[in-house]
């Protein structure tokens, strides 16, 4: 009777142990797999860049846009803008928050679609919930181009100015100052004091240069498609928002050439047809679009 007793209690016992070891295993998988999608995150965030140097699309246009002693961008830029928000835009679409609406058996062309939130789920960034924020809670939706110019404050409808991201320079230079690639400054202009933020961190900026010039010189691949969607997406923006020529600049004559020759191959591409094709981020297209009609 005890014998039959110890073997019935072992049989539990095993049981029990078998069920805690499959518990076990299918938690570790299910953690592994979270792990690895956070993983997938942080390096479609930028790859190659450790964690607190981190840029994003907007920081790196500023950051090539900014002169580096002065701290601060040429007041005959008028176009960084609204380039800066098309960097958002892109910005929000690589990390899967928006994405354009579907098309439908018509085609609408890539202007005539609607920006649709496709996760709320906060980024880390101010200036990107702020914009995600906006785009969630606007009924009905508004297209690509609408949303470069409401969030740039470019709308003659007084009810829609609330939509604009103000000071988004200054807010873009802190976040440099804070990952310590530039500092704080006054300058004194004849008439004002103006706050700069001169560069402190030069290998953040030569290492951002250096990708941009490698992107179209030693490592061309003469296909957009076969491009890093954030270095494909950074070059478009930084030429529409009029500062890839200073990425350029420290170039000898005959690779400026090829290289601003090939910045213009991939200007001359068209939104429309390249947005068809695999793999394509379609709001990134639309974005390059507006920036082109």
Same mark, same amino acid.
Request: glycine share 6%; hydrophobic share 35%; aromatic share 4%.
């Given at each position: 009777?005890?014998?039959?007793?110890?073997?019935?209690?072992?049989?539990?016992?095993?049981?029990?142990?078998?069920?805690?070891?499959?518990?076990?295993?299918?938690?570790?998988?299910?953690?592994?797999?979270?792990?690895?999608?956070?993983?997938?995150?942080?390096?479609?965030?930028?790859?190659?860049?450790?964690?607190?140097?981190?840029?994003?699309?907007?920081?790196?246009?500023?950051?090539?846009?900014?002169?580096?002693?002065?701290?601060?961008?040429?007041?005959?830029?008028?176009?960084?803008?609204?380039?800066?928000?098309?960097?958002?835009?892109?910005?929000?679409?690589?990390?899967?928050?928006?994405?354009?609406?579907?098309?439908?058996?018509?085609?609408?062309?890539?202007?005539?679609?609607?920006?649709?939130?496709?996760?709320?789920?906060?980024?880390?960034?101010?200036?990107?919930?702020? $914009?995600?924020?906006?785009?969630?809670?606007?009924? =009905?939706?508004?297209?690509?181009?609408?949303?470069?110019?409401?969030?740039?404050?470019?709308?003659?409808?007084?009810?829609?100015?609330?939509?604009?991201?103000?000071?988004?320079?200054?807010?873009?230079?802190?976040?440099?100052?804070?990952?310590?690639?530039?500092?704080?400054?006054?300058?004194?202009?004849?008439?004002?004091?103006?706050?700069?933020? =001169?560069?402190?961190?030069?290998?953040?900026?030569?290492?951002?240069?250096?990708?941009?010039?490698?992107?179209?010189?030693?490592?061309?691949?003469?296909?957009?498609?076969?491009?890093?969607?954030?270095?494909?997406?950074?070059?478009?923006?930084?030429?529409?928002?009029?500062?890839?020529?200073?990425?350029?600049?420290?170039?000898?004559?005959?690779?400026?050439?090829?290289?601003?020759?090939?910045?213009?191959?991939?200007?001359?591409?068209? =939104?429309?047809?390249?947005?068809?094709?695999?793999?394509?981020?379609?709001?990134?297209? $639309?974005?390059? $679009?507006?920036?082109?009609?």
């Amino acid at each position: 009777m005890a014998s039959l007793t110890q073997r019935n209690s072992g049989l539990v016992q095993r049981r029990t142990e078998a069920i805690r070891s499959a518990a076990a295993d299918k938690e570790k998988e299910s953690g592994g797999e979270e792990d690895e999608a956070r993983r997938g995150e942080e390096d479609d965030d930028d790859k190659g860049d450790s964690k607190e140097t981190r840029l994003t699309l907007m920081e790196e246009v500023l950051l090539l846009g900014l002169k580096d002693r002065e701290g601060y961008t040429s007041f005959w830029n008028d176009c960084i803008s609204s380039g800066l928000r098309g960097c958002m835009l892109v910005e929000l679409a690589l990390r899967g928050r928006l994405q354009l609406e579907a098309c439908g058996v018509r085609r609408k062309g890539l202007l005539s679609r609607k920006v649709i939130c496709k996760s709320d789920a906060p980024t880390g960034d101010v200036l990107l919930d702020e $914009a995600l924020k906006h785009i969630k809670e606007t009924q =009905p939706p508004e297209t690509v181009q609408s949303w470069i110019e409401l969030l740039s404050g470019e709308t003659w409808n007084p009810l829609k100015l609330h939509y604009q991201l103000r000071n988004v320079r200054e807010r873009l230079a802190k976040n440099l100052v804070e990952k310590g690639v530039l500092t704080t400054e006054k300058q004194n202009f004849l008439l004002f004091d103006m706050t700069t933020h =001169p560069l402190t961190n030069s290998t953040i900026k030569q290492r951002l240069v250096k990708k941009v010039q490698e992107s179209v010189l030693e490592k061309w691949v003469n296909d957009p498609h076969r491009m890093d969607k954030r270095v494909l997406a950074l070059i478009l923006l930084a030429h529409s928002s009029d500062v890839l020529e200073n990425a350029f600049a420290p170039l000898q004559d005959d690779q400026y050439d090829l290289g601003m020759k090939r910045v213009h191959t991939l200007l001359e591409l068209e =939104p429309e047809k390249e947005s068809t094709k695999p793999n394509a981020n379609e709001l990134m297209w $639309a974005v390059v $679009a507006a920036f082109t009609k």
